[in-house]
């Protein structure tokens, strides 16, 4: 594991939680894997699409912050965890919420760069409170 390596996996986290506080999904659909698996909280789980869906229609993420990151990197996977820290309310709602979890990704490295390919948060604090919507969500 060289140190560019874990760099680069600290720029494409950082990148993630950028697209996700500015919509830029775009740019977030291209950091993550086409088979990408992400469990919320509350223990819903989301694909790569249902996820970027959910950041459209549902959910307002107003800012992301991460605490200190340990990642280790097993050939062409990474493991990474640590805190993550959420400002988000339901679109156009109130009332706005706080969400501290304590977080694993799986990244892969394929075609020159890292996509991540699992999400897991854990929540730290209270859960977030139970979101009504018709999304699809597995």
Request: negative net charge; proline residues 4%.
């Amino acid at each position: 594991m060289t140190n560019n390596e874990v760099e680069a996996l600290r720029v494409a986290e950082f990148e993630r939680c950028s697209a996700i506080k500015t919509q830029d999904l775009e740019k977030l659909e291209n950091l993550m894997h086409p088979s990408l698996i992400h469990v919320h909280t509350r223990g819903n789980q989301d694909t790569r699409e249902s996820y970027l869906s959910y950041l459209s229609k549902v959910i307002e993420i107003l800012d992301v912050r991460r605490g200190d990151l340990q990642i280790s990197i097993y050939g062409e996977c990474a493991v990474m965890t640590g805190r993550q820290y959420n400002t988000a309310r339901l679109r156009g709602q109130e009332p706005i919420v706080e969400i501290e979890a304590q977080v694993m990704q799986v990244w892969a490295y394929e075609a020159g760069r890292w996509r991540q390919v699992a999400f897991q948060a854990t929540a730290t604090g209270a859960l977030p409170p139970p979101i009504q919507s018709d999304r699809a969500s597995k």
